[in-house]
Nanobody
Framework: QVQLLESGGGLVQPGGSLTLSCAAS????????MGWYRQAPGNQRDLVAV?????LTTHAESVEGRFNISSDMKTVNLRMNMMKPEDTAVYSC?????????WGQGTQVTVSS
């Protein structure tokens, strides 16, 4: 069982920056990938970015060039730059380990002036 603790959400103005962090604890050996998803009201939960234990990263097209994911497979960070109102959502941390997924509780990110 992996426990995930997220931090860093909040309110930011358009064009601003924010960093989300997620710390994993418990059975963290064998984590294959860590990532971030987001869900806006009325929408499905979508992948934002993911990084594998081998260092391969994937970013959603909507955040490519603005967001950057990094991780040591214990903590995963999401640096968000040039933020837009459409980035407003609940962001959730995700860990994949031996074919199973664990989720954080989610943190609200609001982009508004």
């Amino acid at each position: 069982q992996v426990q995930l603790l997220e931090s860093g959400g909040g309110l930011v103005q358009p064009g601003g920056s924010l960093t989300l962090s997620c710390a994993a604890s418990g059975n963290i050996l064998g984590i294959a990938a860590m990532g971030w998803y987001r869900q806006a009201p009325g929408n499905q939960r979508d992948l934002v970015a993911v990084i594998t234990s081998g260092g391969l990263t994937t970013h959603a097209e909507s955040v490519e060039g603005r967001f950057n994911i990094s991780s040591d497979m214990k903590t995963v960070n999401l640096r968000m730059n040039m933020m837009k109102p459409e980035d407003t959502a609940v962001y959730s941390c995700n860990v994949r380990r031996f074919g199973l997924a664990s989720w954080g509780q989610g943190t609200q990110v609001t982009v508004s002036s």
